[in-house]
């Protein structure tokens, strides 16, 4: 088990204005950005991406949603092999993954 974080993305983000007008969605490119972000506040330091081992997208992200982000990281001197999932409640009540992604970080 990873650490644990839960996000709100915010309906008045800029990021909206742009992406779908009228119905938006959470850019893929800013979901990544997310977990880059919190990965770097839980190691201490400012990460960027290093390799995208794999990355699915398997529903969207909405303004307003509630989600859940569960970081797995193993951390040695220079980088930062990371397993992570972002997922949501489902209207029916049930966890939906939205997003697995693996990597390196450095």
């Keep these: 088990m990873g650490d644990t974080m839960h996000l709100h993305l ?5 990021v909206y204005e742009g992406h779908f007008p009228g119905q938006p969605i959470c850019p893929g490119v800013f979901t990544m950005s997310m977990v ?12 960027r991406w290093k390799e995208v081992k ?15 982000l569960v970081l797995n990281m193993h951390a040695d001197a220079d980088d ?6 972002i997922s949501k409640i489902s209207a029916e009540g049930q966890a939906a993954v939205m997003l697995t ?5 450095i």
């Design 10 to 14: 915010c309906e008045t983000h800029p």
């Design 36 to 47: 880059r972000e919190c990965a770097s506040r839980l190691i201490g330091r400012r990460l």
């Design 54 to 68: 794999s990355c699915r997208f398997t529903g969207m992200l909405y303004p307003g949603d509630d989600t859940t």
């Design 80 to 85: 930062v092999e990371l397993h992570a999932e």
């Design 101 to 105: 992604i693996k990597g390196t970080l």
